[in-house]
């Protein structure tokens, strides 16, 4: 869910850079570039589907697919919905999967017994984070921990982030997913960099995409709570699914924003049966309180 969110935020803020990333090829600066909407219910929220307008050439659509780790039968679904797409708007497909972490056996292909299909596969562990350092191309800087020495680049990275001349809210998203990636390659050291300044937690709490992840986790628990309650009784389930919903939330923006530190408290926020302390728990963090705050709440 995490990733799946993080993904289509990140191709959604600068949608002309993430193509030329996909397509490993610049993209004309005047070319149109338009998301269009999912069409297909059985595709998973990582799918993304850009149309783009070159001038004196025929338009050409790309399919994204993110992939945190290596799924096979991904291979199938991407070329199922190119075949749709082709089929439905008679243009030019680019089927990519940009895969997060590396795995041996990754491939390009699907084969059966009837057809043979070759797509784009792009390992962001191949890839050149200097290369992406250097061209200060600042909305895709969140994939540098992903990349062939991004780790190294990941403080230098996250202060140019900060100290850009980007609106609050976009530098708050690209933070966010800056520290998603690199906990997804290193957790230690996410822990240890941007969450740990004041400044840059201040910033965070403004970023649109933390608030919908937060939001979305606490989504996630109060359903997880509401099926495993569904044998209490309907109120009973409701009133549990809320709790669990509450917790999934709080422990997800103390991650988020505090790592390390922030984890220390979970046992505290799971043993807490209080829904008003929760709820206070998860505005507080929204809000961009600071953790000793937040802390004295349990």
Avoid at 137 to 143: G, R
Avoid at 197 to 221: C, F
Avoid at 273 to 288: C, M, Y
Wanted: net charge negative.
């Amino acid at each position: 869910m995490l990733y799946d969110i993080a993904s289509k935020r990140l191709a959604q803020l600068a949608p002309a850079p993430f193509l030329s990333l996909l397509l490993q090829s610049p993209v004309d600066p005047a070319t149109h570039v338009e998301e269009l909407p999912q069409e297909m219910p059985t595709l998973n929220r990582a799918d993304q589907v850009w149309r783009g307008f070159s001038p004196g050439a025929e338009p050409y659509l790309v399919l994204s697919e993110f992939l945190t780790h290596w799924d096979a039968g991904k291979k199938l679904d991407v070329a199922l919905y190119t075949l749709w797409l082709k089929k439905r708007h008679r243009s030019r497909v680019v089927p990519v999967i940009l895969l997060c972490l590396p795995n041996q056996n990754a491939d390009d292909t699907y084969v059966d017994e009837n057809c043979r299909f070759k797509f784009k596969l792009l390992k962001a562990n191949e890839m050149e984070a200097k290369e992406l350092f250097v061209s200060g191309e600042l909305s895709l800087y969140p994939l540098l921990p992903l990349m062939r020495g991004g780790l190294d680049l990941v403080e230098q990275a996250g202060q140019r982030l900060y100290d850009s001349e980007l609106e609050r809210p976009v530098k708050g998203d690209l933070l966010t997913l800056l520290g998603l990636f690199l906990g997804l390659t290193d957790k230690e050291k996410a822990t240890k960099l941007i969450w740990k300044r004041t400044e840059l937690m201040n910033v965070l709490a403004e970023s649109p995409v933390y608030k919908q992840i937060l939001d979305e986790g606490w989504q996630k628990g109060r359903q997880e709570g509401r099926q495993e309650g569904r044998q209490e009784g309907q109120q009973e389930g409701w009133q549990r699914g809320h709790h669990e919903g509450l917790i999934a939330a709080v422990k997800l923006g103390l991650e988020l924003r505090f790592g390390g530190e922030g984890m220390a408290l979970f046992p505290n926020v799971e043993r807490c049966s209080d829904l008003s302390v929760l709820t206070k728990a998860q505005e507080a963090i929204r809000n961009g309180r600071d953790l000793p705050e937040i802390k004295a709440l349990f």
